[in-house]
């Protein structure tokens, strides 16, 4: 049976609800996959660090108190976080990067998730500042090491988007997107429309693990505009930067224009979208708008998503799900996983 060992970096909601999986599935995955999983060490700016060659008590570690420095009550644990040598030295085959999404220079992750590649350590992240900031040169990194760079929830979360484009529409012709890409978004204004307000409804969005760290980035659009780049730069061969994408997000929909839009039969959306020009540039945009009840992204409420890619063989495809979640974000690290042990046992590793 192969087993991998994996390295948790950053541990809030997605890894931990991650050690909740692999505590309640690994038997499971062993019969299904064909892998099971071991953790070997984890790290977190808060909570400290751990290392245990042999393996963490899955169980144990996410019963862990999110309280501060509280990794040091495990055998081997320590109060401080040890980003280096839990990469680096713990023995892991894999890394499951998970700390907060930096939208401007996508550090310190991308830095960890060097650290992994060059030593040959597949990286498995659902963090956006990397991907969007740096997906080529950390792909060429692990070309060149036989590591895999794998990163399905950075968009939405464990709905497959980036691989289903990929893999299942390669030869479609991809020629643009139109997406609900923001879980805290289109829950607070879904929200909205059953009476709550703006601020209440964030704080829920927060409390369900929905949100970034600083919320600010989901409603104001930013996260969404990095999922646009990513998209584009994966999907249509672009080469966009965040500051080549407009960007205004739901902060100035008012309860007024939430009651004006359900008498007019319609719903306020964050739609991200990116299009293939005929000169061959790309024109990629971030902003609220107001859809018919008759178009397909109307009806997608809560935190679910929903993606509409236009293909030139296919026409409209859509593709709906979660878009946010501890637990629906943690099983695209085991997607990705899945994908380095398909990859794997193909080429005879
Ligand atoms: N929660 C979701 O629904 C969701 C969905 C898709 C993608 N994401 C992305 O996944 C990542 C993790 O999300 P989350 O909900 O678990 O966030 P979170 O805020 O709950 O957890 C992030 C953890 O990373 C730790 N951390 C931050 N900086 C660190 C550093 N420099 N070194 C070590 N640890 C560090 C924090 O202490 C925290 O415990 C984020 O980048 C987020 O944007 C989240
Ligand atoms: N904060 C993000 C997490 C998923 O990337 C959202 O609400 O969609």
């Known amino acids: 049976m192969t087993e991998y060992k994996i390295a948790l970096l950053g541990f809030g909601g997605v890894n931990r609800a991650l050690a909740q999986l692999i505590a309640d599935k690994n038997s499971r995955w062993a019969d299904e996959l064909g892998f099971k999983l071991k953790i070997v060490g984890v790290s977190d700016l808060f909570l400290g660090s751990v290392i245990n060659k042999d393996g963490l008590d899955a169980h144990e ?3 862990v108190p999110a309280a501060k420095g509280s990794l040091k009550a495990l055998r081997g644990g320590s109060d401080e976080p040890a980003n280096e040598s839990v990469i680096r030295f713990a023995g892991a085959d894999i890394v499951a990067e998970a700390t907060f999404t930096n939208p401007v220079d996508g550090e310190p992750a991308t830095t960890f998730c060097r650290w992994a590649l060059e030593k040959g350590i597949s990286v498995v992240t659902t963090n956006k500042g ?3 900031l740096h997906a080529q040169s950390l792909k060429a990194l692990a070309e060149s090491t036989g590591a895999r760079f794998e990163f399905e929830g950075s968009v939405m ?3 497959p988007v980036i691989r289903l484009a990929k893999e299942s529409l390669a030869g479609s012709e991809i020629i643009g997107f139109k997406g609900i890409l923001n879980g805290t978004s289109n829950f607070v204004l879904s929200s909205m429309e059953t009476g709550l307000d703006f601020s209440s409804a964030v704080a829920k969005a927060q409390a369900l693990g929905y949100a970034e760290a600083d919320p600010t980035a989901d409603v104001e659009g930013h996260d969404v505009r ?8 994966e999907l249509l061969g672009a080469k ?9 997000g739901i902060s100035e929909i008012t309860a007024e224009d939430i009651t004006e839009a359900t008498k007019a039969n319609a719903r306020w959306k964050l739609i991200g979208s990116a299009e293939k020009l005929s000169d061959g540039s790309i024109s990629a945009s971030v902003s609220p708008q107001l859809l018919p009840s008759t178009d397909a992204l109307a009806g997608v409420s809560g935190a679910t998503n929903a993606i509409t890619f236009n293909t030139a063989i296919l026409g409209p495809v859509t593709v ?7 637990f629906e974000t943690a ?4 997607a990705d996983i899945v994908s380095i042990h398909k990859h794997n046992t193909q080429s005879g590793k």
């Open 61 to 63: 570690l996410a019963a």
């Open 130 to 132: 990397p991907v969007a």
């Open 157 to 159: 979360s464990g709905t």
């Open 226 to 233: 990095l999922k646009v780049v990513i998209l584009a730069n």
């Open 240 to 248: 966009l930067k965040p500051s080549d994408v407009l960007c205004k």
């Open 320 to 326: 709906v799900g979660a878009g946010a979640g501890r």
């Open 331 to 334: 099983f695209a690290l085991l």
